[in-house]
Each structure stands twice: as structure tokens, then as C-alpha cells.
């Protein structure tokens, strides 16, 4: 027999339905129906997903409200946009010819730091040279902030709308500090003109190689990121994460040590948050700090909310469809847009608590019951050639 929290974590049969669904929309029918530019769309769409599917991990399970998510994925972004300036930096250097080559190599210097008239390369971005480097700071350094704010937190017992208050005020914080230290960060403007990674030209929606397969490697990781989900919430930790979130004076009162535990899977939540950073700006070319602010961070706890806490495919279903209908309804009725979007979110937490997610589930057993009923009927009927008889 299935366990429940195995049961809340695939959904039983709807959520086995809508996980082949989901995998067909963006394998199959999105590749051979939409154009690059809508492909790339959809890309841009999913690098919001993964913060939604760890909001599942830590809000939907764990009890933990962070109103303020984006911040690490906005770091994940950040660590990745500056290793493709350092490399946009060299081929600029290289397109410039000999004469030009060992001032601006050697240097290395982005546009934004020399518009700034910053003539050495500041420390911290030396290690973004090197591509594998960059790839593990992109996880670490949003895991490592996840893990002080988590000890200093958590071991206090600050949580609820204490602890979610305090996250929203670190988008703020994070916003200030990249928008004021403009010649190490480009300022308001952020970190442009993003297009090769190790000689790969990511950005190119002609070919199948540039925009297209900037798609599928997202997708890929959509998938791991639920993987590694569904590993959580079926182990014994996805049980003690839901006995936290309901009854953690008990799960203490036990001999657990409950901060340690909250925030293990709040840097869970953070990684794959910077992961899904890191390839926005591979399908967009650039990261900007309004992407860090407040407003971002409350859109994914909506993406979460409308697709179902409980349901990490859902949390996908649910950035798909806000995220179109932004696009949508932002472009046709730019006044009524977040009146509109202020109004889904009620809606959803007053009549479908549950989002997407709960709305399938409860339709999936009428509809077996339905075609249940069907095949009964049509099983009674006698033979065609007996009725005529």
C-alpha cells in the first residue's frame, strides 16, 4: 500500500496523468508547435518553475513561507551571467585585434566596470573565470546565505509570517546592494549582452544548437529537479517535514532537532531556486536586479499557490499558466492585468485551496467513475447481430 506521503507526492493516478501530460506539452507538442520565439518563451517560463517546485519543498511540506525565494535565484542567475560577461569580455577583446588584445585580456574588464572607470578586476570575480567554478559558486553561494539566514532563524523558532516578512525584506536588501554597487554588478541596468558559453552560441534562434536546445537542457532539468523532489517526499524526511509543518512542538518534543532539519530543505529549496536563475539567463542573455526585487518573489509564491502547494507538477502547471496569461492579458489589458492576477490568487486560496493540483484530483475519480459506468453499460448491451433477431 502506498504511503501518504507517497500518495500526496505523485498524486496517485492524476498525478501520474498529469506528469505524462506535462512531459508530452513540453517534449513533444511545444518543440513541433511553437516557433523559437514562443519555444524560448516557454523556456523562460520553466526557469521560473523551479522555484515554484521548491516552494512545494518548503512551504507545501516543510510550513515555510519565503517570501523572498527569488533572491536565490536571482543569485544563481547572477554567478552565471557573470562568467558569460568575463567570456563576452575576451571575445570583444580578440574581435578588437592584436593592438588591443593584452590591454583588454589582461585586464579582463566587463563594459559596465569600464564605463565606471574601474581598472582592475575586483577579487570576487576571478573565480567567474573558470566555468566549473562558476557552476558550483552558482549552487553554493545561494546555500550558503539559505544556511545563515536558516541557523540564525530557525534556531531562534522564528518562523510564519515573521520568518516570511524577513525574507521579503532580504529581496529589498539584495536590490539595494546590486543597484547601488553598479560598477561591480551594471547597476540598474544589470549584467548584458549574454550570448556564448565556452564558444557556444546560446542565443542563435536559428538553429537547433542555440535557443532550442537552451530549451530542452531546461526541460531536462525540470525533470531532475521533481526527481530529486519525489525522493525527498517519499524518505523519511518527507514524512518528518510534513509532522514539522503540522505538529512541531511534537516532532521537538521528540528529540528532533527541528532548525537543523528546516534548514537542510530551505537549502534545498535555495539550490534549485539558483539553478532555475542560472538558466533564465541562458534563455534570455542577461540578469537584471529587478529580477531580485519583491514583486518577482511574490509571482512565484503565486506560480506555487495556483498550481497546488502539495503538487510539484503542479507547481509547473501553475507557472505555465500564470506566466501565459501575464504575457496575455498584460499585453491586451495592461490596466486590468494585476487586478486580474489579485484575484486569481483569492480565488484560488479561498475555493481551491488545493490550486491545479487539487482541482484534478477531485475531478480524476468522477471521471473514472464516469467511463467506469460507460463500459458497464456498454459491456450489458446484447450483440448488434442479436438485436435484430
Known sequence: MKSLIYEKALGGRSGLIGMLVLAALLLIIFPIFLDTFRLNLMGRYLSLAFVAIALVLCWGYGGIL????????????????????????????NEAGTDQINALTTVGLPDFMDWNQITELPWFWYPFKNFPLTLAL?????????????????????????????????????????????????????????????????????????????????????????????????????KLLVALRDTED?????????????????????????????????????????????????????????????????AVYGTLVVSYGRTYFSEQFPELWLFALGGVFILVTVIFPKGLAGIVESATPWLGKVFSKTGEQQGSQPPAEAVGT
Open 66 to 93: 519565503s517570501l523572498g525565494q527569488g533572491v536565490f535565484w536571482g543569485l544563481g542567475g547572477y554567478c552565471m551571467a557573470a562568467f558569460l560577461k568575463l567570456e563576452a569580455a575576451r571575445n570583444i577583446a
Open 138 to 238: 552558482m549552487f553554493l553561494i545561494p546555500t550558503v546565505l539559505a544556511y545563515i539566514i536558516g541557523v540564525a532563524m530557525f534556531k531562534r523558532r522564528v518562523s510564519g509570517v515573521y520568518f516570511a516578512i524577513i525574507t521579503q525584506a532580504l529581496c529589498w536588501i539584495m536590490e539595494l546592494l546590486f543597484v547601488t554597487r553598479q560598477g561591480w554588478t551594471g547597476g540598474i541596468n544589470g549584467i548584458t549582452d549574454l550570448r556564448t558559453l565556452l564558444g557556444w552560441d546560446f542565443m542563435n534562434g536559428e538553429h537547433w544548437t542555440g535557443q532550442r536546445l537552451v530549451y530542452f537542457i531546461t526541460v531536462i532539468m525540470i525533470g531532475v529537479c521533481i526527481i530529486l523532489g519525489r525522493l525527498i517526499l517519499t524518505s523519511k524526511l518527507g
Open 250 to 314: 511534537r516532532v521537538r518534543f521528540s528529540g528532533y532537532d527541528v532548525a537543523s532539519f528546516k534548514t537542510f530543505i530551505f537549502c534545498i529549496a535555495a539550490a534549485m531556486s539558483a539553478l532555475g536563475g542560472g538558466l533564465f539567463v541562458m534563455n534570455v542573455g542577461f540578469m537584471s536586479p529587478k529580477l531580485v526585487t519583491i514583486e518577482p518573489s511574490i509571482y512565484m509564491v503565486i506560480f506555487c499557490a495556483v498550481g497546488g502547494r502539495m503538487s510539484l507538477i503542479g
